[in-house]
């Protein structure tokens, strides 16, 4: 029996979003959020932070950067440290999104460093992880994922569950509109969870939050949902529009354990 977990929906505006519509987006979703219902962050690019740190002033929702630096400060053009992002009101940090580990080739060491400066900012990191399609295709999906994962545990070591989340985002199912199946999702949320058990002992891993992202939106977040490891969602093209955010952290209001959730043989 999975223990109870409050979910977690996180919202990816990745590179979108000009300060007018920003904020509109994130008083929709202050306005919706509920003490029953599923902790929600909105992770804005960086020159968004300071105007929706005002809207979310004195609501329940969270603030979080989209990447950090490993150092606190220097010379690093470009940058952001995770101590700037405390500063501009964020609670949470994304650390090691596939787009990063893209476009930006930062490898599992760097997003390893990067989960360190979080915890040394005193930021949350969501920590992603996942496979591309020719990975899977080549049957190397658990073996990537538990590398990802593996190069994590120095940066989880002496860490309590509620200060991290993981995320679960098969490179092929971002922005594609092809979302893992809830069976895939499973697998691979309980093979990482294994992971954590043995490394970091049950009491820790069995309370974190593992989230699932890859083209979730309504119509796909409650069969996902109802996963047993599955403890909730990061958001990236459905989250831009308040409907659809809105409907999938509804559809995520069960999670946690008082719904049903599927058992696979
Ligand atoms: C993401 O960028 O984290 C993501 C899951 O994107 P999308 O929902 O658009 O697939």
Not at 131 to 147: D, M, S, W, Y
Not at 228 to 257: C, H, N
Request: glycine share 10%; charged share 25%.
């Amino acid at each position: 029996m999975s223990p109870r977990r409050r979910p977690l929906v996180a919202a990816n505006w990745k590179m979108h979003l000009m300060r007018g519509e920003a904020e509109l987006l994130a008083r929709a979703v202050a306005s919706a959020v509920t003490a029953d219902g599923p902790e929600v962050v909105l992770f804005p690019s960086f020159p968004l932070l300071p105007a929706i740190a005002s809207v979310l002033t004195g609501s329940p929702v969270e603030l979080g950067g989209q990447d950090l630096h490993a150092e606190a400060a220097g010379a690093h053009t470009g940058d952001v440290s995770g101590e700037q992002l405390v500063d501009a009101g964020c609670a949470w940090v994304l650390v090691g999104h596939s787009e990063r580990r893209r476009d930006h080739a930062e490898t599992d060491s760097v997003v390893a460093d990067k989960a360190v400066a979080a915890f040394r900012a005193g930021l949350r990191p969501i920590l992603c992880f996942g496979e591309t399609a020719a990975e899977r295709a080549q049957g190397g999906t658990e073996a990537v994922l538990l590398r990802q994962v593996e190069a994590l545990l120095v940066a989880l070591a002496d860490r309590r569950a509620e200060e991290f989340a993981l995320a679960y985002e098969p490179v092929w199912a971002i922005g594609t509109g092809d979302t893992a199946r809830p069976d895939q999702v499973q697998e691979a949320h309980a093979l990482v969870r294994r992971r954590l058990q043995q490394a970091l002992g049950e009491a820790v891993a069995a309370p974190v939050r593992v989230l699932y992202g890859g083209s979730v939106k309504p119509e796909n977040a409650a069969e996902l949902a109802a996963e047993p490891d599955v403890d909730g969602f990061l958001v990236g093209g459905a989250s831009l529009d308040a409907e659809k955010f809105l409907a999938i952290m509804a559809r995520s209001a069960s999670l946690g354990g008082s719904a049903p959730r599927r058992r696979h043989p």
